[in-house]
């Protein structure tokens, strides 16, 4: 195998899986001459609002679609590029179908941070390092040589995932056009391979699932996880007068007096728009929403005296039950 990696005839570039900015991608190729095509699958057409008409669906990468593939496209002059494509693929499609050229772009820096809820675990560790990358696809998870990438800094306002995407779109729709424009100028890429003695894989998570908040942890890991199930997602849930509730808009707060850990989750201050919980510690919490399962703000009908909690089932559920997503959603 080559020691780079490098595209002599590019003529059109196929996506794989989903991403929210397909019609910018669309026109940085268009502005590059270069022809777009998505392939997808049914969960993926639906969670982005695909038109169906201009996409290929397929379940599985089967010998159908393998067909398909072969007739629909020049394999020679297509670059296919995984965006969070929900298929695996096997060695003999690497081979065969994509000619050793599929390549996949993640947001982290491999091999830390490889799988998948990428954004939400390293709001729970405060990882404020964003890493634009591409490599190639082989079997393993995220595990292909690096072709490329790019670092930066999280600003100081990205603090929940809505902010992170939206800061990591704008770079990697940069970054993309930096390495579209490379292999179009014949650039040859120099393949860095992943030392495997060091990395992190990562769980996908659901929110409704894994969401559920310890009110034991302290208010550090607290605020942490809270915020990492925060806008685009249901936001993080815990219990209170017997009903389920979603916490979202939510700060640390040192400014009232300390706590004792039989207070945490306790409601001591409502100040007609927000609320103040107690944590284990010395913080308390600034709650803005608190939504019902109907997607209601019910702050309004919260009383001091009222106590969040989570019971050790939900919180051991969140734990132990693993969730894996496929063409058609979760398995």
């Known amino acids: 195998m080559s020691s780079f990696f490098d595209f002599k005839n590019l003529k059109t570039v196929c996506f794989l899986g989903g991403i929210n900015c397909f019609d910018k991608l669309i026109l940085i190729n268009k502005k590059m001459n270069l022809s777009t095509k998505i392939i997808s699958c049914p969960h993926q057409v639906k969670e982005y ?105 999280f600003p100081n306002e990205c603090i929940i995932p809505a902010d992170i995407e939206k800061f990591r779109i704008k770079n990697f729709l940069i970054f993309y056009e930096d390495f579209i424009k490379r292999i179009k100028s014949k650039k040859k890429f120099l393949l860095k391979y992943q030392p495997d003695y060091i990395g992190r894989y990562n769980p996908r998570l659901n929110t409704k699932i894994h969401g559920w908040i310890n009110w034991d942890l302290d208010s550090y890991d607290l605020i942490n996880f809270i915020n990492a199930f925060d806008e685009p997602y249901d936001g993080a849930s815990t219990t209170i007068n017997n009903q389920r509730v979603f916490l979202k808009n939510v700060q640390l707060h040192g400014g009232d007096s300390s706590n004792h850990p039989f207070m945490s989750g306790l409601v001591t201050r409502h100040d007609q728009d927000w609320i103040v919980v107690c944590t284990k510690d010395k913080n308390s919490l600034i709650v803005e929403k608190v939504i019902d399962v109907n997607g209601i703000n019910i702050i309004k009908n919260i009383n001091v005296g009222d106590r969040f909690c989570t019971s050790k089932k939900k919180i051991e559920d969140a734990k132990s039950i693993r969730v894996k997503y496929g063409a058609k959603g979760i398995k």
């Open 49 to 153: 609002k695909l038109d169906k008409k201009k996409v290929f669906i397929f379940n599985k990468l089967n010998e159908k679609s393998q067909n398909l593939i072969k007739k629909n496209f020049d394999l020679n002059s297509t670059l296919f590029i995984s965006l969070g494509a929900r298929w695996i693929f096997k060695k003999k499609i690497i081979n065969e179908i994509f000619k050793n050229k599929l390549i996949n772009f993640h947001g982290s820096r491999l091999p830390y941070d490889s799988g998948g809820g990428g954004f939400s675990w390293r709001i729970m560790r405060q990882d404020r390092i964003d890493n634009q990358l591409v490599h190639l696809v082989e079997e393993g998870i995220d595990s292909g040589p690096i072709l490329y990438n790019k670092k930066f800094l």
